[in-house]
T-cell receptor, first 115, second 113 residues
């Protein structure tokens, strides 16, 4: 069965500092991987996704993530945090063989950005 | 125009009551979902419909009954509400059933007293 683990339920950075949110997955086959962001009292919004091809993927708002098969990781980074980045971030996995569109989410990481 | 809209946004009710949450998407997508987000913000899929056909039914109590009158709508009816049903329920949609991007509504916060 597939699973996603996000290391650190709460990450705090200063404005302008590097953001690193960690995600590791478990899957018998290379999955499709996603990062979603949830702002307070809102639904989830896709930040970026990896399906096939280039392992470094760029998303919205300056975020990027790198798929590392050997480490079964898909960590999310942003070079310089902005106050508006404060939100809940979810890593998710989808089975490439799936015909249901089902996503399995990690437990989420709350990003706090301090002035 | 809101792509995926849910109503109501907030719902407070007593144990034992029956309630419904409605969802509509104007993206032309074929597949719609219900996800439950608990108090620890953990998201878990409940149901998925593709062109009005149920394709995912996770281990959800049969007090929960989804209904899809057409591919743009997916409603969730909950009978005999329990305290543990308190959560935020998210509707989402996607084009097709293969792995891809989900578009989420803003959520419906259900509080059972």
């Amino acid at each position: 069965a597939q699973s996603v683990t996000q290391l650190g339920s709460h990450v705090s950075v200063s404005e302008g500092a590097l953001v690193l949110l960690r995600c590791n997955y478990s899957s018998s086959v290379p999955p499709y991987l996603f990062w979603y962001v949830q702002y307070p009292n809102q639904g989830l919004q896709l930040l970026l996704k990896y399906t096939t091809g280039a392992t470094l993927v760029k998303g919205i708002n300056g975020f990027e993530a790198e798929f590392k098969k050997s480490e079964t990781s898909f960590h999310l980074t942003k070079p310089s945090a902005h106050m508006s980045d404060a939100a809940e971030y979810f890593c998710a996995v989808s089975d490439v063989r799936s015909n249901t569109g089902k996503l399995i989410f990690g437990q989420g990481t709350t990003l706090q950005v301090k002035p | 125009d809101t792509a995926v809209s849910q109503t109501p946004k907030y719902l407070v009710t007593q144990m034992g009551n029956d309630k419904s949450i409605k969802c509509e998407q104007n993206l032309g997508h074929d597949t719609m979902y219900w996800y439950k987000q608990d108090s620890k913000k953990f998201l878990k899929i409940m149901f998925s419909y593709n062109n009005k056909e149920l394709i995912i039914n996770e281990t959800v109590p049969n007090r929960f009954s989804p209904k899809s009158p057409d591919k743009a709508h997916l409603n969730l009816h909950i009978n005999s509400l329990e305290l543990g049903d308190s959560a935020v329920y998210f509707c989402a949609s996607s084009s097709g059933t293969g792995p891809g991007e989900l578009f989420f509504g803003e959520g419906s916060r259900l509080t059972v007293l």
